[in-house]
């Protein structure tokens, strides 16, 4: 399939005319072919109302359908082959295993929703029978299910060229509900975009949909993301990004006529508590784990472990000479793009820079072009309280010790800290008191709480909860992987005393979609 440069509109190519762009090769410090066009508000417009025409089609269509279109997607991207993992590579410098199994994962999570959307629970039908002869007042006929709250902008993430992009989680999902779905491409992997934008695009014609169930879009600039946000016919917005990115997007969806949610994925440094029991037993292979999953994908996860806390003692010392000499052992890597190379740079002199704190290890140095050196640093909890640039993320591989000097600062640190992807907790059977006394403060501030592991990594499955408290999130009752993303573009609408004739399927007496459906306070099959 070639790359023209083009966006993707009502079925077919557009060219933007409003500026040009190039994708670029990070480890080769060169732009690449083809130019691409850049949109312009009107491009969006006439993207979203194409969108706006295709919903009431796209959302009344069967089920059946629906599953049909995401599975079809999923085998039109490994149908792009080998050109697909070349070219993502190309534009990112990630692996090609990697992308290998980043592939894996997209296709993977398309095919999950496939099978949410036949199951149908996700509708959450539900009937409460009339009761007319009901005193003081009888009840009417109430029946419920959710349906799509409309068309979806999704922003492609520059972390994950296929997970969390395109045809990533946030364009599943949205689709799985219903929802037409315009993405725009992320800047930094704008050939792989179009690749899998024209595989998307090929499953919504072959499912036989209105053209208007999928558009993708290109922008110089911010111009493009911010009409997208504003345009009336969008009703929610998918982003993984920067904090300030989500909050500035926010900001635009909060000033609408009609406001809408924008579930941003934003900033997090992932705490990993170690335990005084687990540092005693397992401090050598805790710190061996914990460069391993500092270093993967050179630091370029959300889920990264940007703190580490621990109890002052000769078992602490221990931790920290065993994670520089592992350290010491991981070389500079070549990062996504030009821009996060140098703003990792910048926050890590930064951090060098502030008093208290000291630079404890540091990665192989190498000549690859826009490389991140992997740096550890350590401080104490008094001085991470006080300085408020400590919490802050730093996109790569780098990562803070802090000492306590006993458990109450452990604890007052955890009540400190802001809301987070995760929290981690390496214990032993003498921790789990200390641990029961951190869990309600990392219930309140993470969405993920993990033992004995490493956060980098998130499985897509029925259980997980990639989202949490701000500003790991915009919204900490959502999360934007596993089935339940599904939640964040459904909305339930309730349906009193109408004839039969005009119910939905998933409500009507009997049961034509065979759901698990709850009834007068009963779930039942029937």
């Known amino acids: 399939m070639q790359i023209t440069g083009d966006m993707l509109i009502a079925g077919g190519s557009v060219r933007g005319n409003a500026g040009t762009l190039r994708a670029f090769d990070p480890a080769r410090n060169a732009e690449m072919e083809p130019i691409f066009g850049a949109g312009d508000a009107g491009d969006v417009d006439r993207a979203c109302r194409l969108a706006q025409a295709a919903f ?50 997209t296709v993977g999570q398309l095919k999950l929703f496939a099978q949410l959307v036949r199951d149908g629970r996700w509708l959450g039908a539900t009937l409460d029978s009339a009761m007319p002869e009901r005193k003081p007042l009888p009840r009417s006929d109430l029946r419920l299910q959710k349906i799509p709250v409309g068309p979806v902008a999704v922003f492609g993430a520059s972390n ?3 997970a969390f992009s395109v045809a990533g989680g946030d364009t599943a999902s949205a689709l799985a509900a219903g929802c037409p779905v315009v993405v725009k491409a992320h800047p930094a992997h704008l050939g792989t975009s179009e690749l899998v934008g024209r595989a998307i695009q090929e499953a919504v014609a072959e499912c036989g949909l209105p053209a208007g169930v999928f558009a993708l879009v ?21 982003f993984t990004g ?80 065993a994670a520089s000499k592992a350290l010491e052992k991981k070389g500079a890597q070549t990062m996504l793009t030009a821009g996060i190379a140098s703003a990792y740079r910048d926050g890590v002199g930064k951090r060098a820079g502030v008093l208290g704190v000291t630079q404890v290890g540091q990665g192989a140095s190498t000549d690859a072009q826009h490389a991140a050196l992997p740096a550890l640093f350590a401080t104490s ?24 000097a006993n458990v109450d600062e452990m604890v007052e640190l955890a009540e400190h800290i802001e809301g987070q992807l995760t929290a981690t907790l390496h214990m032993e059977q003498s921790d789990v008191e200390l641990a029961r006394r951190l869990l309600p403060t990392l219930e309140r501030k993470a969405g993920r709480i993990l033992a004995n592991g490493f956060s980098t990594g998130v499985e897509v499955a029925h259980a997980m909860v ?61």
């Open 56 to 105: 009431d089609p796209f959302r009344q269509a069967p089920l059946e359908t629906r599953a049909r279109l995401l599975e079809a997607i999923g085998e039109r991207i490994l149908a792009l082959g080998d050109a697909l993992i070349e070219r993502g590579h190309a534009e990112s410098a990630l692996p090609k295993a990697r992308l290998e199994g980043e592939r894996a994962r």
């Open 160 to 162: 994950f060229p296929l």
């Open 218 to 238: 290109i922008g110089a600039g911010n111009a493009v993301g911010e009409a997208l946000v504003a345009h009336p016919a969008i009703k929610a917005v998918g």
């Open 242 to 321: 920067s904090r300030g990115g989500g909050i500035a997007l926010m900001n635009i969806a909060a000033r609408r006529r009609e406001p809408i949610p924008v579930y941003a994925e934003m900033s997090s440094i992932n705490p990993c508590f170690v335990l005084p029991g687990a540092l005693a037993a397992r401090a050598e292979a805790i710190a061996t784990g914990f460069v391993d999953s500092l270093t993967l994908g050179v630091g370029q996860f959300c889920t990264n472990p940007g703190l580490v806390v621990v109890l002052d003692g000769p078992d602490r010392q221990a931790f920290v000479e």
């Open 381 to 404: 909890q008094s001085r991470f309280l006080a300085e408020a640039p400590l919490e802050d993320e730093i996109f790569g591989p780098t990562s803070l010790i802090v000492t306590c």
């Open 466 to 526: 990639h989202g949490g408290p701000f500003p790991a999130t915009s919204d900490p009752r959502s999360t934007s992987v596993g089935t339940l993303a599904i939640e964040r573009f459904l909305r339930p609408v309730c349906y009193q005393d109408l004839p039969s004739e005009l119910l939905p399927s998933s409500v009507q007496d009997d049961n034509p979609l065979n759901l698990w459906r709850l009834r007068d306070g009963t779930f039942e099959r029937r």
